[in-house]
């Protein structure tokens, strides 16, 4: 039992990361309906630059955070501006995707020349004391109960931003439907933008609150941003509790099929979930069924 | 008659003739080696772009195919001592059989899901490459002999060479055909608009499984070959890095276009090799040339040759058709004016 | 002799002195009067750009300090770089294009196992002289090709090493954590054999990803398997996960490492907990020791050359095997030819150099393993100290 409830456990904490990453994919997919193939690679680049201002610049932990969301967040309209915002207008989602695709393989690179001759993979401190706690009986690092609790505040904020406030409701017209958003008098343009704006800052508060755990090198984005899509396939690419409930399963289910079937499986678990879950849940398990329009 | 001269038939003809030179015109080794791999990934790009840029299905999985054709060949003479030529068709079977199955969760998924699928499908390919050791020979891969082309006096370098030659000028020819045909019309009228074509009598199953059936032939006759000029195969030959080189080939050179995928795939390893020359590093070239293109030339660089060259724009008819459709509503007029 | 007999006799004189031409540029090819060009291939991007790339960067630091007193009998070294991307196709064409494009002297480097195991028939082929300082899959060397020579120790050698340090240490209860990527299985697949020769069961044989960011179920296995000794066939991440895991449930064994972990100051920090390094040996081909005053001097080369980098153990593949390929250089004096250089590289005996743990001893005939001598190494109050 003890087994269990510590795969469990461990489940539970590698999930939140999960849970993280997938978040910035479906605030990012609600609003404009792109998966951000280069998201991982957005998260990687935070990872760095707070890696920067934190440990060769000296900053603190909360400036260096604080850095790494503006970086993100300015990263990111850039790339919407020149590479998304021509290609949104084209019914074809495909080569937005292969310009993601593109985009991710540059910024890999770029992060390759500038930080990889450092050596294998970059440390970064953890917030609060490394020293493992006990709850119930279980040794977790606090940095993952930091993790936890990150994913859960984050989930909850972002929720009330969408319920709540006028950004939010923008955000939510122009995901329900853009033509009429634009017809009521919505910028389109600056909801698309913002939007992934915030994917991109959720994706740095990730990429420091986890880099303690994880350890930064340059190949770290797509290997994350695939479990992440996993995650959020499986709760369904349009909720974002769904992201959450995603996440903490897919991290679960990895734990277990490690420890109960075959340590190699953690591996290929997450490309397994996909498969099965758009084979026969293609909508996750709370995502709304759309009727495609002709 | 200078217009057939300047044609596009043409142009290939010489194009490929002076290829079958290239053995014989002296250049060391190491432009022999690239020769022939220029050839088969204008036999990959061919395929490629009939599932992507013709039949318009995104799917990340040409280059696991190009594995299963690659394993094929190399594990039936590894482990049971079958050659080249009778292991051969087997491998292209085999990469044709699993990219029709692909079809299935084709018919329910497009855009970034069926990307993401068939991309999930092609990483737990290599991962059983990897870890079915028994079978596989795992991540280290594993060594064929060199091609034997006897009795014919050519060494294997110089025989795979002229394999890969004839194979690319055979499938470029079927490739053509197909497109010209009624297939490549309803696997455009597919891309266009599903439903729309669906309405119009297009049978949904049949052409998708066709256009994954036909990408899966190429990508296994590639994978052949491939086998044969390393004499290796390896897992890491065929994983997403692979994937996105042939999807930029296409790109690059011209989706939805024959000649772009002989463009495409002949840049694709030209452009390899000038970067190794440069030190420049692959991922941010070929990251930013795909972008790039997407975002500015998504027609490819064969619209720059269009530009130039009209009459060399690909139809999705023979010429023949053209001059029967011509004349059919001459004919009629003429009946009713007479 | 009739006409056509003497035009004949002509023709074939022609040939047979163009071949033997051939031959005779082959082997001074890429030597000059002002330099001697080497080449290197290996990876520039993707995860093992590390034995490629930064690896070259060493290679080329030692090529620069030698560079500055005047070269080799007066000839400048230049290193000519290839990127292989780590696969089957691009070793294979880096290796053409260097021996019959570029035309260089001699090879180093080969960073990855399967692209250098599919490139070695190439090389053979080219009979250009090689030294292979990272990838570690036996075949490369085994058996011996004439011109294939290795200063890094194989898979199978460190393999067999870890198991005989294990049961020399008392281990009763041995467990196995491995990747099983091509540069694991180089490992794995020896040490499995190796097992079965010495009659010993593992108690636990478990497999870890590269990228995994954790290690429970390994961790919980091997704690419930009571192991008294684990040996790691993983790269320092995964390793730190691993260890990170392990200890976060109080579990900390005799922790045996491999030589992709020499940088030990640093993978205790990247554990993060302390007592990580408490019971943790590793082996190594090469000597990263910070403490060294000869490895200041080559950081401030590194940093004077490569402004963004830092010396690391993966500069030190190819600083090692480029100290190597100078001292030959040098002892075969101001003609070098292919045949000179790999009879000299064959007698290599005891060249003690600041990069490697033990002295580099070239067998030919019998072996071409030049690196027969890693080292075991624990972390001690803040020092590098050997273990015998």
């Keep these: 039992m003890m087994y269990f409830s510590y795969l469990f456990a461990t489940g539970l904490t590698t999930g939140a990361i999960y849970a993280l990453v997938a978040l910035g994919i479906v605030v990012v997919y609600r609003a404009t309906n792109v998966v951000n193939f280069a998201h991982g690679e957005m998260f990687m680049l935070a990872g760095f630059m707070a890696w920067s201002a934190h440990v060769t610049f000296g900053l603190s932990y909360l400036s260096a955070l604080a850095l790494a969301v503006l970086g993100a967040f300015v990263l990111s309209i850039v790339m919407y501006r020149y590479a998304f915002k021509p290609l949104m207008a084209l019914r074809d989602p495909n080569p937005i995707l292969l310009v993601m695709i593109g985009l991710s393989f540059v910024l890999k690179g770029a992060a390759r020349d500038v930080w990889g001759g450092k050596g294998d993979y970059l440390t970064f401190p953890p917030l609060v004391s490394p020293e493992p706690m006990q709850f119930a009986g279980i040794m977790i690092m606090s940095q993952q109960l930091v993790v936890l609790v990150a994913a859960l505040l984050v989930m909850a904020v972002l929720l009330l931003l969408l319920r709540y406030t006028r950004a939010g409701k923008f955000m939510q017209a122009t995901a329900d439907n853009a033509k009429a958003a634009r017809l009521v008098g919505l910028r389109i343009d600056r909801v698309y933008m913002y939007t992934f704006g915030v994917g991109a800052a959720v994706a740095a508060i990730s990429a420091v609150l986890m880099a303690p755990l994880t350890l930064l090198n340059p190949d770290m984005g797509f290997a994350l941003f695939i479990k992440g899509f996993a995650a959020a396939v499986l709760g369904g690419l349009s909720s974002i509790a769904g992201a959450i409930v995603g996440g903490l399963i897919l991290g679960v289910a990895e734990q277990m099929a490690a420890g109960y079937i075959e340590t190699g499986l953690q591996e290929v678990a997450a490309f397994v979930v996909i498969v099965l879950v758009l084979i026969f849940i293609p909508n996750g398990l709370f995502g709304t069924k759309v009727a495609r329009r002709v | 008659m200078a217009s057939k001269l300047l044609s596009m038939r043409a142009a290939a003809v010489v194009l490929f003739a002076l290829l079958l030179l290239v053995p014989l015109s002296g250049l060391n080794q190491y432009y022999l080696y690239i020769a022939t791999l220029v050839l088969i990934h204008i036999i990959l790009a061919l395929g490629l772009n009939i599932l992507v840029g013709y039949a318009g299905q995104l799917a990340f999985a040409n280059a696991a195919m190009f594995g299963i054709g690659a394993y094929g060949v190399g594990l039936l003479q590894k482990h049971f001592g079958v050659p080249f030529w009778l292991g051969a068709p087997a491998g292209v079977l085999a990469a044709m059989a699993v990219g029709t199955m692909l079809a299935l969760p084709a018919l329910r998924l497009s855009g970034i899901y069926l990307a993401l699928a068939t991309l999930a499908f092609a990483q737990c390919t290599v991962w059983v490459m990897m870890h079915w050791i028994s079978v596989t020979y795992g991540a280290s891969g594993f060594t064929i002999k060199a091609i034997d082309f006897a009795p014919l006096p050519i060494g294997s370098d110089h025989g795979m060479y002229y394999l890969s030659w004839i194979c690319c000028v055979l499938l470029l020819v079927l490739a053509r055909n197909t497109i010209q045909s009624r297939i490549g019309r309803a696997f455009v009228a597919l891309r266009d608009h599903e439903i729309a074509a669906q309405s119009l009598g297009v049978n949904l199953l049949r052409y998708k499984a066709l256009a994954f059936a036909m990408s899966g032939f190429y990508a296994g006759v590639a994978g052949v070959l491939y086998a044969g000029v390393l004499s290796f195969v390896g897992p890491e030959s065929f994983g997403l890095h692979q994937m996105v080189l042939q999807l930029a080939a296409i790109v690059i050179g011209g989706t939805a276009s024959i000649a772009g995928s002989v463009l495409g795939g002949t840049l694709i390893v030209v452009i390899q090799e000038i970067v190794r020359e440069f030190k420049f590093s692959m991922e941010i070239v070929f990251g930013a040339l795909l972008a790039l293109f997407v975002l500015f030339k998504p027609t490819g660089l064969i619209d720059l040759v269009h530009l130039v060259r009209p009459g060399w724009r690909e139809k999705l008819h023979a010429a023949g058709d053209e001059a029967r459709a011509a004349e059919a509503p001459a004919a009629a007029a003429g009946e009713r004016t007479a | ?388």
């Design chain 3, 1 to 388: 002799m009739t006409f056509t007999a003497r035009g004949l006799a002509a023709c074939l004189l022609v040939v047979a002195t163009t071949g033997v031409a051939a031959a005779q540029d082959a082997e001074t090819q890429g030597i000059t009067d002002k330099e001697i060009r080497i080449g290197m291939f290996g990876p520039f991007g993707g995860p093992a750009y590390l034995y490629g790339k930064i690896s070259m960067n060493g290679a080329e630091a030692v090529f620069d300090k030698v560079n500055e007193s005047g070269g080799v009998h007066g000839r400048k070294l230049v290193l000519v770089r290839e990127d292989d991307g780590c696969r089957a196709e691009g070793a294979i064409g880096a290796v053409k294009k260097l021996a019959y494009e570029s035309k260089v002297f001699a090879l180093m480097g080969g960073a990855c196992s399967n692209s250098t195991v599919a490139a070695r028939p190439e090389i053979e082929r080219a009979g250009i002289p090689f030294i292979l300082n990272s990838a570690t899959a036996d075949s490369i060397t085994d058996p011996p090709a004439k011109n294939i020579f290795s200063t890094q120790t194989t898979g199978s050698g460190e393999s067999r090493a870890q198991l005989d340090f294990a049961i020399k240490k008392g281990a009763k209860k041995i467990a196995l954590v491995a990747m099983k990527d091509a540069w694991g299985m180089s490992r794995y697949t020896p040490l499995m054999k190796y097992l079965e020769d010495k009659n010993v069961k593992l108690v636990e044989n478990l497999e870890l990803a590269g990228d995994a960011v954790d290690a429970t179920p390994q961790a919980l296995k091997l704690k419930a398997s009571g192991a008294d000794a684990v040996i790691l066939v993983l790269y320092p991440k995964p390793a730190a996960v691993m260890m990170r895991d392990a200890l976060k449930l109080g579990y900390n064994p005799m922790w045996l490492g491999n030589s992709t972990i020499s940088d030990l100051k640093a993978f205790g920090a990247q554990v993060g907990l302390p007592g990580a390094l408490d019971h943790f040996v590793t082996i190594s081909s090469t000597r990263f020791d910070p403490s060294d005053p000869k490895l200041k001097a080559w950081d401030d080369r590194i940093k004077k050359l490569f402004p963004n980098d830092e010396l690391s153990p993966f500069n030190f593949y190819g600083l090692g095997s480029a100290l190597v390929l100078v001292e030959v250089l040098n002892r075969v004096g101001p003609q070098p030819t292919r045949t000179k250089f790999l009879n000299e590289l064959g007698k290599l005996k005891d060249f003690k150099s600041e990069a490697y743990f033990g002295p580099i001893t070239c067998n030919a005939p019998t072996s071409h393993q030049c690196n027969q001598n890693p080292g075991w190494f624990a972390w001690k109050n803040d020092k590098l100290v050997e273990i015998q």
